[in-house]
């Protein structure tokens, strides 16, 4: 008997699923849950989707810096004035 009771589980539950079954309409994948020591913690940075990170953190980086340039004018042409 497992002894988590996740959000998960709750939806499996209610979509037909029973402990000790496996998943999917041939039922014949693996039963146990993969284990999660040594696995992907929130704070790790790979995965699906993390190279992709790399250019929306320079597009972010090259927003901002466009901002700082338009401020920088603005402030250096009223101060002209």
Do not use: N
């Not at 709750?10 to 079954?21: A, S």
């Amino acid at each position: 008997m497992c002894d988590w009771q996740g959000v998960g589980r709750k939806v499996m539950t209610k979509y037909g699923w029973r402990e000790g079954q496996s998943l999917g309409s041939s039922v014949l994948g693996i039963v146990d849950a993969l284990d999660a020591e040594g696995g992907q913690k929130p704070s790790d940075k790979r995965g699906f989707g993390y190279e992709m990170s790399f250019f929306v953190d320079v597009l972010i980086l090259f927003i901002l810096t466009a901002h700082m340039l338009v401020f920088l004018a603005v402030y250096l042409h009223i101060r002209k004035m």
